[in-house]
Each structure stands twice: as C-alpha cells, then as structure tokens.
C-alpha cells in the first residue's frame, strides 16, 4: 500500500474501506512470552486497538467495522479476531488460514494465499521447466501433523516410486527442483488449511493435488480452482494414484497450460505490477465491501 499509492488516500471522507494495521506476527513476535504462552495478550492487544480507533475516529461506530479490514498470514490471525465481536462478525478479515469451520465466511472474509518467502522475495522460486521436464508423477515432502497427512504418508510413503513422499528429503534432492520435475505436486493441509506448496507448485508449473477440508481457496471469486487443480478428497488418498494416472494427457496439459497462466496472480512483486497477488487481494476486499450498505 505504501509504494503503490493509488488505492491510498489519507482523507478519510474519500475512504471505501478502512485497514486495521494490527500485525499479528508483531505481537506474537514481540508481546508473547514463548515461556509462558499467555495467548491472552492477543485478545489485549487487538481489543485495545479496536477500542482506541473507535474512540478516536467516528468511522468504527458508523458501520460497527464492516467497512474495515484486517490482514493476516499467522496460523493465529483466526483467533487473533476472537475476542471483538464487531470485529468476527462485521469486519472483512484477509486470512491465509482460511478454515470455514473457524467461521471463515467467505461472504464478507477473503482468502489469502500462504506464500514463504523466505529471503523475502519470490526470486529464485519461480521458473517452471517444459512439459517433458515433468517425469516424476507426484510429489510431496513436509512433516507430519495435523489430522490427514498421518494417511497420507501410511499410504504413501516409500511405497511407489510414482508417488514420492517424504517426511524429509533424502540428502542432495532439492526440495524445488523435485517440484519442477513433479507432473503434480500433493498440497495436503497441515495444523491449518493452507499450505505454501500451493504457490510454490504454481510457481514450479506444477498442478497442484489439493487435498484439504473446510478450505476456502484464495480468490475464488474469480479463478476457477477445479480448472487448474485436482482435489482429492481426504478418503481417497488410498487411491492416489489411480486418480492421478486417470486424467487424460490432454487434460493434463489443459490444467498444466492453465497454472501457468495463473502464476502471475500468485506473485508477490514490489512495487506491486498489475495483476499479481496485491492488485487480487484489493478487488477482493472491494467486492466484499459492496456487500455492506450504511
Ligand atoms: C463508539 O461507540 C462506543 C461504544 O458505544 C463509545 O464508547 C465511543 O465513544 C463511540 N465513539 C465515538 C467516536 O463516538
Ligand atoms: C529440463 O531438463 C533438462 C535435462 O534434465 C535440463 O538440462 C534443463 O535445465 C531442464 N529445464 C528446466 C527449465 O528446468
Ligand atoms: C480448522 O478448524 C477446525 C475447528 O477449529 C479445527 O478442528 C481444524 O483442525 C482446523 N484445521 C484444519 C486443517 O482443518
């Protein structure tokens, strides 16, 4: 928001909607005590904050926050909103942990997809590899947690050459390239819902095995993820690979043709360029502030 000034305004009479810029990585990085885990300092904090700007301004009070919005990527960002019920029920929260039955409403909430960037940007991430590149069936490595990766890796791993999953990968295989080399690539939910392989696996031209519950994919407002995904449900992880040897070659590279036209929505750039994962996010909460009316 800050170098791309043109959805800015500091006047407030201008305003469509209002952001609440709380972090939640700050206060967990800063206020929570990792001994004593008070997860009460969460409810402090975000109340007090809510309490102050609608003592301060009038525009909280004027619509009881349904034309403010909150951002967060933490696993806590959820819960982080728990605790001011105008804020739960009003506000429009931007949440990568997207899990409806955490009352993730997709009517006035957004989905935001997770994306690790681990130096900070997304250089180096990007660049698939052609078709004939892709030789490995499916792939996945990641630990173990939450309540279906134990079936996935009872079923899969080191069980079929086709299906490669790991719970660590063996020394000198590089967790990228395998993507880049992966016909498509398992994105299964972990503790929470989302999952950095999703991006990651767009960005590696790989498509993406979706395999989670109560998700809400990012703006699905306007991609259509059965086009350029498969999702397996979680009882038919068994089957994984019958699934996946059914698509048709040509389907294959309808759905490998279609993640590479969505990359450029998954990119993360800075100053931000048209159509990458900023110029979605603000449509999206746009729409969601249409539904609101004094
Ligand atoms: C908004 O409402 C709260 C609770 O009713 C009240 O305490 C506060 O003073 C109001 N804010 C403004 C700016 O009037
Ligand atoms: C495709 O595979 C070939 C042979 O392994 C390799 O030399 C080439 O760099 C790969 N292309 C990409 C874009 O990864
Ligand atoms: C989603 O929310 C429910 C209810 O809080 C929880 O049981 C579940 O573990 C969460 N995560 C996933 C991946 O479903």
């Given at each position: ?29 800063h206020l929570f005590h990792p ?228 990359q450029r929505h998954f990119l ?27």
């Amino acid at each position: 928001m800050e170098t791309n000034t043109k959805f800015r305004t500091s006047n407030p009479d201008e305003t469509h909607v209002y952001f609440l810029s709380f972090s939640v990585v700050m206060i967990i990085e800063h206020l929570f005590h990792p001994v004593i885990r008070d997860k009460a300092v969460l409810e402090r904090t975000v109340s007090y904050y809510v309490r102050i700007i609608s003592h301060k301004y009038l525009y909280w009070n004027r619509s009881l926050g349904a034309d403010h919005f909150m951002l967060s990527c933490h696993d806590w960002g959820p819960r982080a909103t728990w605790y001011v019920r105008q804020l739960y029920y009003n506000s429009i929260r931007v949440l990568c942990n997207a899990n409806t039955s955490e009352h993730f409403n997709p009517k006035k909430d957004a989905s935001f997809p997770e994306i690790n960037l681990k130096t900070g940007e997304i250089t180096g991430l990007t660049g698939g590899s052609p078709p004939s590149n892709h030789t490995v069936l499916t792939f996945f490595a990641g630990k173990m947690h939450g309540k279906l990766r134990p079936t996935l890796f009872q079923h899969w791993m080191g069980k079929d050459e086709d299906v490669q999953v790991y719970e660590t990968l063996p020394q000198g295989i590089s967790y990228h390239e395998m993507m880049k080399k992966s016909r498509y690539c398992i994105c299964p939910s972990g503790h929470e819902v989302a999952s950095p392989r999703i991006a990651e696996a767009i960005y590696a031209d790989c498509v993406p095995v979706l395999i989670s519950q109560h998700y809400i994919f990012p703006f699905s407002d306007v991609l259509d993820w059965d086009s350029f995904t498969v999702q397996v449900p979680v009882t038919e992880i068994p089957d994984l690979k019958n699934i996946l040897e059914a698509i048709p070659e040509d389907q294959y590279s309808r759905m490998q043709e279609r993640v590479k036209q969505v990359q450029r929505h998954f990119l993360v750039n800075n100053p931000p360029e048209r159509y990458d994962v900023f110029n979605m996010i603000i449509p999206s909460i746009w729409l969601r502030r249409l539904n609101v009316r004094f």
